[in-house]
């Protein structure tokens, strides 16, 4: 038996109240979700060098789309289990395919883990224990802390359940600075449980340990972000404490050491700093600053990636200039600033791939940006605002 409930927009803060509480034990699964809504996009304020460009079609089709439409999704199972890395089984020990996210589903694929098509529907897996989760349980959807939407998107998802009050079960080992964001919607840190005990994603220790939950709550991925989750990322917003810090903020990634390098970045950095903005590495600073950071800046600088993205925690008056490859298209940061309604430009850079010892191409996408066009256009907005 599946039931499927819908609830209306208007409804959608009271999920938890309303939808999960008609779910039954007797239930095979409850698949809930929100209707559809579209997130009206926000377009580039300006794109500078779209002459960098090197996936034109891509970035076509992105202007082109003007509305981004997700849902907020979970599946709600009694008598539950996980095992492995991410095997979610019902109470007749059934695995479900959509509740396995790409990335760890790539690798439980890759150890011969994961049922192929045809394959019988019982699970055949071995543990060494059993670790009981009574009451409910949300399922947070994350997988790595290297994956920064997906870190967001969990967030926005658990802004749903602040009237359940349910244990938060992560399945890899995540920075502290996370767990505060969680309590920072509403949860106790000390409903915070994690699976994996050390730094080490999917260890053998965790794989030893079958999970069996009362009421599992699984949010479904949609790799974007629903208006229903702004009210979450507000409430982050305004606990933070803003103080003096500085309006204008130019977010670095000096310490991504692998990927999307800027490699004129001292030189970048230098620049801006003389225009007034404060240079912050987001891993160098604690979440309590972090927030208060971007819950201050009007204006915000740096190359395309997690850290810009947390202009999620910034006001609807904050604009953000992105850095970025020509291979890249903005799509989260776009989603970030249509949730917020916060403008935003673009300003590309020629990109130096990388290539390995055997000729093939890699895909850090280093670039560099011109120095002197970007002083101009800061200066020249930070003229219009004054």
């Known amino acids: 038996m599946v039931a499927t409930f819908l609830a209306t927009q208007s409804d959608l803060d009271q999920l938890p109240r309303t939808a999960f509480g008609a779910s039954l034990p007797g239930q095979d699964a409850l698949w809930i979700s929100s209707p559809s809504c579209p997130l009206r996009r926000q377009v580039p304020s300006f794109v500078d060098n779209e002459q960098y460009l090197t996936a034109t079609h891509r970035h076509d089709a992105w202007r082109d789309d003007p509305h981004h439409c997700s849902e907020i999704s979970y599946v709600v199972l009694h008598d539950a289990q996980i095992v492995e890395e991410w095997l979610v089984l019902d109470r007749h020990r059934r695995w479900f395919s959509p509740l396995i996210p790409p990335f760890p589903r790539s690798l439980m694929e890759a150890r011969g883990v994961l049922p192929g098509e045809g394959s019988p529907p019982r699970a055949r897996v071995r543990h060494d224990r059993t670790h009981h ?172 990636g997690a850290g810009l993205y947390n202009c999620l925690f910034s006001s609807i008056q904050t604009r953000i200039v992105a850095l970025a490859a020509g291979l890249y298209i903005p799509h989260f940061l776009s989603l970030c600033a249509s949730l917020k309604q916060q403008k935003y430009g673009l300003f590309y850079g020629p990109e130096f791939l990388s290539y390995d010892p055997h000729g093939q191409r890699g895909r850090c996408n280093n670039f560099v940006v011109n120095v002197p066009q970007l002083e101009r256009r800061l200066t020249h907005l930070l003229d219009r605002s004054e």
């Open 133 to 304: 989760v009574s009451g409910d349980t949300v399922l947070l959807p994350v997988t790595s802390p290297s994956i920064s939407h997906l870190l967001f998107e969990g967030l926005g998802c658990l802004g749903q359940f602040s009237g359940l009050s349910p244990s938060i079960l992560l399945l890899t080992h995540l920075p502290a600075a996370f767990v505060e964001l969680i309590e920072r919607t509403g949860h106790h840190r000390d409903r915070v449980l994690s699976r994996e005990p050390t730094r080490q994603l999917f260890s053998a220790e965790a794989r030893a340990t079958a999970w069996h939950f009362d009421r599992l709550i699984v949010p479904i991925y949609s790799f974007g972000l629903h208006p229903g989750m702004a009210p979450t990322f507000e409430r982050i917003r305004r606990s933070s404490d803003p103080g003096t810090e500085s309006e204008l903020l130019y977010v670095s990634r000096f310490d991504a050491l692998k990927r999307r390098v800027m490699l004129n970045e001292d030189e970048v950095a230098a620049t801006v700093e003389k225009l007034g903005f404060r240079v912050l590495v987001c891993s160098d600073v604690p979440e309590s600053e972090k927030l208060a950071e971007f819950a201050s800046a009007k204006l915000i600088v740096g190359p395309l």
